[in-house]
């Protein structure tokens, strides 16, 4: 089977959305990938099935998980980790596709960021209703990398905090193939995913994807 990102009534222009210091919204930037990435998160999520994971505290997370690359991102309730095997599977995460690795490569680039070398791709599953409470992103080694994270399918309300969790945050709206690039004095930040609404996309359906590549080791 093989896809790419247009859809039926594709009018989305590509533009550059500056959100914060460190912060940029690529608009559809996804979509002038050649095709091959969705197919590829398909090949990704049979090998490694998405999975609730489980908090520290006890807590079934609403958003379903895999991942692919030399590491994934784990919690259970030994803490959160990243680690080079599927504790399902017992065996490696699955490589990252090539077409993941130049999709977060080019982001990276075009939003100040050269050099960008991922090793660990978190594919985040959200069906209706679900939400990512609001949190920081601090599991990783080197800070000083950035975050690149592509949305598809469905659209969601994201929210931008600052560096204390109780400072007001953004709102902002990500469809599908919008790209974007976390990093410097923004890579810190607290940020959510608010309760996703219903609805149905040409291409994924009732769903959104999110993948988020990262510097992990
Ligand atoms: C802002 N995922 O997996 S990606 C996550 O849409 C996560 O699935 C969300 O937050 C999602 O940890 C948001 C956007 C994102 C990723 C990292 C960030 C935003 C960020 C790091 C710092 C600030
Ligand atoms: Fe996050």
């Given at each position: 089977m093989t896809f790419d990102l247009?859809?039926?009534q594709d009018d989305v222009e590509p533009a550059t959305e500056p959100i914060a210091d460190g912060a940029v919204v690529l608009r559809?930037?996804?979509?002038?990938v050649p095709g091959g990435l969705l197919a590829d998160v398909t090949a990704v999520i049979a090998a490694a099935p998405l999975r609730h994971l489980v908090t520290p505290g006890g807590l079934r997370m609403s958003v379903a998980m895999t991942n692919c690359g030399a590491l994934g991102w784990l919690s259970d309730r030994r803490g959160y980790r990243y680690d080079a095997v599927d504790p399902d599977r017992g065996v490696p995460w699955p490589p990252m596709p090539d077409s993941f690795m130049r999709l977060a490569r080019e982001a990276a680039a075009a939003a100040g960021f050269a050099g960008f070398t991922p090793d660990a791709c978190l594919i985040n599953r959200y069906v209706p209703g679900t939400k990512l409470s609001l949190h920081q992103?601090?599991?990783?080694?080197?800070?000083g990398a950035p975050i690149v994270s592509v949305s598809l399918g469905l659209p969601a309300v994201f929210l931008f905090g600052g560096l204390k969790r109780t400072d007001r945050a953004q709102r902002l709206s990500l469809r599908h193939g919008d790209v974007v690039v976390w990093g410097g004095p923004s890579r810190l930040r607290f940020h959510g995913v608010l309760a996703l609404a219903d609805g149905e996309h040409p291409?994924?359906?009732?769903q959104r994807i999110n993948l988020t590549f990262r510097r992990a080791g």
């Open positions: 247009f859809d039926a559809a930037f996804a979509r002038a992103d601090r599991d990783e080694r080197d800070h291409l994924l359906g009732r």
